[in-house]
């Protein structure tokens, strides 16, 4: 928070008859877990007579250093204990601050609804009314069960989760943003300045150095990182933020669900590994786009929300008048073939529309050249299929024509005589028709034969079976005998 441009901004409102109201402060608020001055915030709205209202997951840090110590800087705070507690159904609590000290004791007498102190605490309570009690039973359940030393022990484990995670984000060379989660301040800080410092999160991406913010691919990336994550290390929660000043953020919060003891050992692992395939990726990112361009059949396509090397359409010679559907076709068929040889291959949309061969993520021993010419031999191969069903399609296009002309002509010239009145009726008796007439097409030569051979066979079979079944065989001959 710019505290030179908050006064200045009071300073104009009281200027032109306006009346600040109030000034929302940030302790380790998300998602980045940035917080402010307090105590220099706090005298600054004292000056301007401005409420100052302070939320925030670094307000649980005084539970977990185990201080013996108080502080009173903002108007009012609240407090979410639901997700530090793992308790989701807990409400939300905000605290304010009331004009004149009470003593402990005396929460125990009447309540004045004239005015009192006690009546001006009970009211902002919500509990001046007796059925409105029952919406902190669940909090004072799970206060009384748990008991202090118990919440206190999950807080202090939750910032020692989040300090090993920072420390494992800095040695695997992530850019950080957030700042250091507290809680194991030497005795001299204060715990007003410590609260302002502590994050109590732990926020990083995937970026390269010395960047405000990374080139937009970076956030397809950390997407990808964040999802890996998320499926790899279920027992830590990785949330993927979506920042203006930073583009795509991971972030991970133990106090919206601190993981049991020895998980962020497991999440070391799983981290370790998905960095060096994206370090692997962007390191050859360049030199593909370089091969690529030396194969004329192979075109670069952007594919959006892609976060592997990129991806390729392939248009061999000759094809590149060809019609969106043939191209397409002939790129899935390719995703297809290639599949079958490495798993990393997909088939996706350009921002043209039209379907592409997707290259995943890739490791540090991957030859590039020998990704690209396994898809150049494998679109000839598609190719060379492709073209055989086109000129066998072709084949049956025209011997289906010609034999439909074949036998439309040959049916005209056997039926012009019998339609000819008494002719016909000569001409049927003297030569009976002729059996249906047929064509089969040898696709092997393009060829047309008849099929009167087949009809022959197929008319002396069925004329044989029945002579076969009332012969007798040489057992019925003996046993007539």
């Not at 060096?276 to 929300?305: C, D, I, K, M, Y």
């Not at 976060?307 to 061999?316: E, F």
């Not at 289906?400 to 019998?418: K, P």
Request: negative net charge; contains cysteine; hydrophobic residues 40%.
């Amino acid at each position: 928070m710019d505290l030179e441009a908050l006064e200045r901004l009071c300073a104009e409102d009281a200027a032109g008859g306006r009346t600040p109201l109030l000034v929302l402060g940030e302790a380790g608020g998300p998602p980045l877990g940035r917080g402010c001055p307090l105590r220099a915030l706090a005298a600054l709205c004292a000056r301007t007579h401005t409420h100052l209202h302070v939320r925030g997951h670094a307000l649980a840090l005084p539970a977990a250093v185990g201080r013996d110590e108080t502080y009173s800087v903002a108007d009012s705070l609240t407090l979410t204990p639901g997700p530090w507690f793992g308790v989701p159904g807990l409400p939300t609590v905000t605290f304010y601050k009331i004009p004149e000290p009470i003593t402990a004791n005396e929460h125990s007498k009447g309540v004045n609804a004239s005015g009192s102190r006690e009546g001006a605490l009970a009211a902002l309570a919500g509990l001046s009314a007796g059925g409105a009690r029952l919406g902190a039973l669940p909090l004072w359940t799970c206060a009384r069960a748990a008991g202090a030393a118990g919440l206190a022990r999950r807080l202090e484990r939750a910032f020692r989760n989040a300090r090993a995670a920072r420390a494992l984000v800095a040695a695997a060379d992530l850019k950080l943003l957030s700042d250091r989660p507290g809680g194991d301040e030497p005795p001299n800080v204060d715990l007003v300045e410590a609260v302002s410092q502590a994050s109590a999160c732990v926020a990083f991406q995937f970026a390269p150095p010395d960047v405000d913010k990374p080139p937009a691919y970076y956030d397809k990336l950390n997407s990808w990182l964040g999802q890996v994550l998320q499926r790899e290390a279920d027992m830590i929660s990785i949330e993927v933020c979506e920042t203006e000043a930073h583009g795509v953020v991971l972030r991970y919060c133990p106090l919206e669900g601190a993981p049991d003891a020895g998980a962020a050992d497991a999440w070391a692992g799983a981290l370790e590994a998905q960095l060096s395939v994206l370090r692997a990726t962007v390191a050859l990112r360049e030199p593909f786009r370089r091969r690529l361009a030396q194969h004329a059949a192979l075109r670069l396509v952007r594919v959006p929300g892609w976060a592997g090397l990129g991806g390729v359409r392939y248009v061999p010679p000759g094809w590149e008048e060809a019609p969106i559907e043939e191209l397409n076709s002939l790129n899935r068929q390719l995703v297809e073939t290639l599949r079958a040889t490495d798993g990393a291959f997909s088939c996706g949309d350009g921002e043209d529309g039209m379907a592409c061969v997707r290259f995943g993520m890739v490791t540090a021993d991957t030859d590039v050249d020998e990704l690209l010419d396994l898809v150049i031999a494998a679109g000839k191969d598609v190719e060379e299929n492709s073209k055989q069903l086109t000129d066998m399609t072709e084949v049956l296009k025209k011997g289906i024509s010609a034999a439909q002309e074949e036998l439309a002509r040959e049916a005209w010239q056997e039926g012009l005589l019998r339609r000819v009145p008494v002719v016909g009726r000569v001409v049927s008796w003297w030569a009976p028709p002729a059996p249906p007439a047929g064509r089969r097409l040898l696709l092997a030569h393009g060829t047309l034969q008849t099929t009167e051979d087949i009809y022959r066979r197929v008319q002396k079979k069925e004329n044989e079976e029945p002579a076969r079944a009332h012969s007798p065989t040489r057992q019925n001959k003996q046993e007539e005998q």
